[in-house]
């Protein structure tokens, strides 16, 4: 990880270059513009993304402390969250765009893991946990602490090898997730093969990707991988632990898992500049 000074300064020329080179575009405001940019806005969110700080606030108050000579007209808290839930499309058109000119693996991986927005024994009726297209917070089972949850699921597609995620959405707790390994690759290439967890076995499925092209294989639990020749228990717990990586570094490294959103836009926001984070850490550009 570079240096913090050079961190604001590499991530600030990387999203004011877009922004003004129209690479990026964020929908307009009304009334007079800001005192502070959007560019800067968006560098200190996703700054903070990068270093994986659980608090915006206390952020936020060390960038006004420590570095209030690269941003001297930083808005109040509120608004700075406000503004950060109206660009959360710029994080993810700047992630389309630095990942167009990198060719896809030809093998890819998708999951989906558990995202909690509260505790389940705090759910009493609707919430304010609700986000575009009808997307609603709901209970679901997380299969890998075996328990459940009160929130949504974060899906991702990434390349087997660089890791990088080329696809992602927010979707219900309670989805079907082949259904979810379906929409993932809409208006893509078709993968040559597939990396799916156990949560998408279906032998049904499976065959209507090899149909199309796409070999699908799946990571083996613990119990299968102790049925297996001892010779590829190793190599198979490696692809298990590939997916488990991939995502461990959204969610638990980055702090996905602790985003402290109080909205389901909120949630989107933080969602789309952490997996922007991921994206600069994996092409080596911060």
Known sequence: MVPLAELFVQAYVLVDDALKGGAVAVPRRPGPAPACTDAEVLTVALVRHVLGRPSGAAFLAEVRRDWGHFFPILPAQSEFNRRVRWLWGAFEALRQRLTAGVPEDAWQQADTSAVPVKHPSRVRGADGWQGPNGL??????????????????????????SRLVRSWGLVPAAVDERAVADWLPEGAPVPGGLLLDR????????????????????????????????????????????????????????????????????????????????????????
């Open 199 to 286: 949560g998408l076995l279906g032998r049904t499925w499976a065959a209507g990707h090899e149909a199309r092209g796409t070999r699908v294989a799946y990571a083996h639990g613990r119990a299968d991988r102790q049925r297996l020749p001892r010779a590829l228990r190793r190599p198979v717990a490696v692809l298990r632990n590939r997916i488990e990586t991939t995502t461990g570094e959204t969610t638990e490294h980055l702090g996905l898992t602790r985003h402290r959103a109080h909205t389901a836009w909120g949630l989107l926001a933080r969602t789309a500049a952490t997996i922007l984070a991921h994206t600069l850490i994996r092409l080596a550009l911060v």
């Open 136 to 161: 609603v917070a709901g209970f679901g089972r997380d299969a890998a602490h075996g328990e459940w949850f009160y929130g949504f699921r974060l899906a991702l597609r990434t390349d087997l090898g």
